[in-house]
């Protein structure tokens, strides 16, 4: 979706996150799989139309 936004390639997208991990964790980034996105999923589903095969979204809070 950030691609699409920002009409970027996927790619740039993910060097970005990869280029600046840390600072980005320290904002309030984090990536969600296995049991932490099942939760998460449940707790938003009727705000956010997840695909169903989601097995991992990159979240960010708004510190």
Do not use: S, W
Not at 5 to 28: A, P, S, W
Not at 29 to 48: A, N, P
């Amino acid at each position: 979706m950030a691609a699409d936004f920002y009409e970027v390639d996927i790619r740039t997208i993910t060097n970005c996150l990869n280029d600046h991990e840390e600072e980005l964790k320290n904002n309030g980034y984090r990536v969600l799989k296995g049991k932490g996105l099942k939760d998460f999923k449940l707790q938003f589903d009727k705000e956010i139309d997840f695909p169903t095969k989601t097995t991992v979204l990159g979240i960010f809070d708004f510190r």
